[in-house]
């Protein structure tokens, strides 16, 4: 049997952490098929394994990801997952918290994956772009969608119809990237992140990403009839009852075991 040469994804589980690398290095890290369909593995299995509390999005050797294959793309079309979106990613809507960390490379489809993330670590000498237009291509799984909403209007609009990059320190300056590090840094960034996110409540975590998904773009009076029914049953839970107890008692909470409500 050939050798079939490394993985085009790997996975490494830290305590309560799904570490998640694109790993072809040779082309940016940039998605095919093969690595779109292991990448929606990875992210079936953070969702469904209990004992992962977060996952952590990067790229080996240097560069985050340079977006889809242009040498694939002739005859495999562009790598989604069908409801999903690119690498089973972009239009997806993970319970769990995800965390980019960038070094490099941020580039097309590779940053679109960034912005389906929750949090962004990046490297002083990372950069970003979204240059479809300059392959008669267009930024459809999220960048035309999302960016304007991340950063100053006409900044994204720059970034969208000119494909100029955005070097990391600019995105950290205006909020995208929520971590600067210097080179080589940005994972242990986000390992760090992810650590606080894991001093809380799983429950209050998941369901706060839920409410900030399902109600963007409304506004306020339509935004509270869609957070109630998912926060109101929070307050009557044993974690909520928990998470007090242990900051009047001034310890940590212990969170063991899934939220339940308190009274039948």
């Given amino acids: 049997m050939p050798d079939p040469g490394p993985a085009v994804l790997t996975t490494e589980p830290t305590p309560g952490v799904l570490l998640i690398t694109l790993n072809r290095p040779h082309v940016r890290n940039a998605v095919d098929r093969p690595l779109a369909e292991a990448l929606d593995a990875a992210l079936t299995r953070l969702e469904e394994d209990p004992s992962l509390a977060v996952g ?3 790229g080996a050797e240097g560069h985050f990801c340079s977006g889809m294959d242009l040498k694939a793309f002739p005859t495999e079309g562009v790598p989604v997952v069908a409801g999903r979106g690119l690498a089973g990613l972009t239009r997806a809507r993970p319970r769990k918290p995800l965390i980019a960390a960038v070094e490099g490379a941020a580039v097309a489809g590779g940053f679109e994956l960034a912005l389906a993330c929750d949090l962004i670590t990046a490297a002083d000498t990372a950069f970003f772009a979204l240059p479809e237009v300059a392959r008669g291509l267009i930024a459809a799984e999220g960048g035309a969608i999302r960016l304007p909403g991340r950063l100053p209007y006409h900044v994204a609009m720059e970034m969208l119809l000119t494909a100029a990059p955005l070097p990391a320190a600019d995105a950290a300056r205006y909020g995208l990237v929520n971590r600067l590090t210097p080179e080589g840094q940005a994972l242990e960034a986000a390992l760090a992140l992810s650590a606080r996110v ?66 039948a």
């Fill in 56 to 58: 952590i999005l990067t």
């Fill in 198 to 263: 894991q001093e809380h409540s799983p429950h209050a975590v998941h369901i706060t990403k839920q409410i900030v998904q399902n109600t963007r773009g409304l506004d306020d009076h339509a935004a509270f009839s869609v957070q109630d029914p998912l926060s109101t049953p929070v307050f009557a839970t044993t974690a909520a009852t928990e998470g007090a107890r242990a900051f009047t008692q001034k310890r940590s909470p212990a969170w063991d075991g899934p939220p339940t409500p308190q009274h």
